[in-house]
């Protein structure tokens, strides 16, 4: 590690908390330079929801390289573009009955949160936000400004406006009418608070520590959004692409955003792609108005449409909801089982983790894990949360080694004897 403390910036940060030389990775493992073997529960943050090296993306991705296949193409019409939007409008747009134009802006996930803010404003002529306590949007100035870490905030360096900040779902208590208080302030000519272009949320708050809004309160968002006029972004970076069950994170919710965030895992194998969905009426710009140089990622195009091919066979989702069954009731178990870690479960699908209320716990599970072979990260302001992000495809055996890993790494935090395994 002694080359990349001299050469890399002090910037660098999964490194820290993955003090290793990674050298290879194939589905839900990866081995490091002396060979040692570790399950993965972070999955690249949730850009490697199939896994790492999917077969068959990596099969199609060669032969397209092989074939001498378009790389670089800005926003050039290109066959891999092509049969990319053709399959995400056959198989996932038109069985849920979602209209959306589709458009590329650069490959990250906060370039897709810059687009939808800009189109929004642009939309509407109006320039304020509404966005929610712990959101995290990406590292960019617009996308900063919606976001509530103060840390990340404050590294902007300049003061971030035009947005209000409301609470989240149950951010008080679970008493605590968040909607309420936030229709108040649109009612109230005296509350300070202008009518907003949109609304930008995530429907399970990642960075923010795993925080899963009601489907209730994701449903009177779309209500009040509708009343004022106010057009509602949906986050679905992270949440999306099947991590919490579903294609999209808001499916269950039955509602219908006015635009949709998708990057991370939309690319199949972690290559660099993003989509902002947007209501057909409301696509009004000029060309060339937003752009990138790289939002024409070909070889994203082969992996994504790829990756798409999942979703053609209900057994998928099927699997990853009975995954989710099996992991929410491990975690609950591990509340039960270890009441010294004062913890309680969150989360959806396979976006889920441990809440502990006792200080730097969270983090030392996620330390202890990693020496023992299982990579996981903490999320919440003060990382509080340690969080299981397992690829979806992740087969049982692994799923459940990764299991007895964690409560191992709990074990020995709050002291206890290791368990004997069968």
Not at 378 to 397: H, R
Request: hydrophobic share 40%; glycine share 10%; charged share 25%.
């Amino acid at each position: 590690m002694k080359l990349f403390e001299e050469l890399e910036s002090e910037v660098r940060s999964y490194c820290r908390s993955f003090p290793t030389v990674f050298t290879k990775a194939v589905g839900a493992k990866m081995w490091d330079e002396d060979n040692k073997e570790y399950i993965d529960f972070f999955s690249g943050a949730g850009a490697l929801n199939y896994g790492h090296n999917d077969p068959k993306m990596k099969s199609k991705l060669v032969d397209y390289i092989l074939a001498d296949g378009i790389t670089h193409s800005l926003d050039k019409a290109t066959t891999a573009k092509g049969e990319f939007l053709t399959a995400f409008n056959e198989t996932i747009l038109k069985p849920r009955n979602l209209n959306y134009k589709v458009m590329f802006p650069g490959p990250t996930g906060t370039n897709t949160v810059e687009s939808a803010l800009k189109l929004a404003r642009k939309v509407t002529g109006r320039p304020d936000i509404i966005s929610f306590t712990n959101g995290f949007h990406g590292m960019t100035i617009g996308s900063l400004s919606v976001t509530g870490n103060s840390f990340k905030r404050k590294g902007a360096g300049i003061p971030l406006h035009n947005v209000v900040t409301m609470p989240y779902d149950s951010f008080v208590s679970d008493k605590l009418d968040t909607l309420e208080y936030l229709e108040r302030f649109l009612e109230d000519r005296g509350s300070g608070v202008a009518i907003p272009a949109a609304m930008i949320l995530e429907t399970v708050q990642g960075e923010g520590g795993i925080n899963a809004a009601s489907y209730e309160w994701l449903q009177r968002i779309e209500k009040i959004c509708k009343r004022w006029g106010i057009l509602s972004i949906v986050d679905d970076v992270q949440a999306g692409i099947g991590r919490t069950g579903t294609f999209f994170s808001f499916e269950k919710a039955g509602i219908t955003p006015d635009i949709v965030c998708l990057s991370k895992s939309i690319g199949g194998m972690g290559l660099p792609l993003a989509l902002t969905l947007i209501r057909p009426d409301l696509d009004i710009w000029a060309p060339g108005e937003h752009n990138g140089t790289f939002r024409g990622n070909n070889h994203a195009f082969i992996t994504a449409t790829a990756a798409l091919s999942y979703w053609e066979d209900p057994k998928f989702e099927q699997s990853i909801a009975e995954k989710s069954k099996k992991t929410k009731a491990y975690l609950e178990k591990i509340v039960q089982d270890y009441p010294e870690i004062k913890g309680h479960f969150r989360g959806r699908g396979l976006m889920v983790g441990i809440c502990s209320e006792v200080e730097g716990l969270a983090s030392k599970v996620a330390a202890e894990a990693f020496k023992r072979g299982l990579i996981m990260e903490t999320s919440g302001p003060d990382d509080e949360v340690f969080k299981l992000f397992p690829a979806l495809t992740i087969d049982n055996e692994t799923l459940e080694k990764g299991f007895n890993i964690l409560e191992q790494s709990v074990r020995a935090v709050i002291g206890k004897k290791e368990l004997v395994t069968p």
